[in-house]
């Protein structure tokens, strides 16, 4: 079974601009979760949803945003790049009611 | 609210010596709890996870870990290091369908 796949893998944006990541979880599992990583704030959650609605949001500002399409494939949207955002953007997908979570190889977002 | 601690951002052991990552969590019952380790330019990959089944947990690669309720801890052990498993290590916590809660990491050297 294929694992988590996340498109594109790097990714160089100036700021002001938007982007686009991709995430596609592994076949059967309709919950998607998306974390930023960086080196000084760790790990931290962004959002998760479950057949096409956000179950959880983290504390970001309102120009990160996502969704999910019926086939569970999830996008993350961030508008109005700002220096800060890059980061290793990491999608990650659970079966409905199994707590673990697999993760993706990572979206590196550099912004200039 | 659940958190994470792990105590020791960098822990440095030799090859052939025993490596203990430490891991605290807060909260008001006992929650999955998971070891994953990442190694550079890559996702997550799950170590092991505690699910209330047994308090001794085996994972992948000689790792174990041993939950203990008394201590709140969730330590993470090998009892010969290899100098394949330096890599950043996460210990995470996660509670029904709440967002998975991630500790600052470990980073892991081994000396050869």
């Known amino acids: 079974k294929a694992g988590v796949t996340q498109t594109p893998r790097y990714l160089i944006k100036t700021r002001g601009q938007q982007v686009t990541l991709s995430c596609s979880p592994i076949s059967g599992h309709r919950s998607v979760s998306w974390y930023q990583q960086t080196p000084g704030q760790g790990l931290q959650f962004l959002f998760e949803y479950f057949s096409e609605t956000q179950r959880n949001k983290g504390n970001f500002p309102g120009r990160f945003s996502g969704r999910q399409f019926s086939n569970s494939r999830s996008e993350m949207n961030v508008s109005t790049l700002e220096l800060g955002d890059s980061a290793l953007y990491l999608c990650?997908?659970?079966?409905?009611?199994?707590?673990?979570?697999?993760f993706g190889p990572g979206t590196r977002l550099t912004v200039l | 609210a659940q958190s994470v601690t792990q105590l020791g951002s960098h822990v440095s052991v030799s090859e052939g010596a025993l490596v203990l990552l430490r891991c605290n969590y807060s909260?008001?019952?006992?929650?999955?709890l998971f070891w994953y380790v990442q190694y550079p330019n890559q996702g997550l990959q799950l170590l092991l996870k505690y699910t209330s089944a047994a308090t001794l947990v085996k994972g992948i690669n000689g790792f174990e870990a041993e939950f203990k309720k008394s201590e709140t801890s969730f330590h993470l052990t090998k009892p010969s290091a290899h100098m394949s498993d330096a890599a950043e290590y996460f210990c995470a916590v996660r509670k029904n369908n709440n967002d998975m809660r991630f500790g600052a990491g470990t980073r892991l050297t081994v000396k050869p």
């Open positions: 909260s008001s019952v006992p929650p999955y």
């Open positions: 990650a997908s659970s079966l409905e009611g199994s707590a673990e979570q697999f």
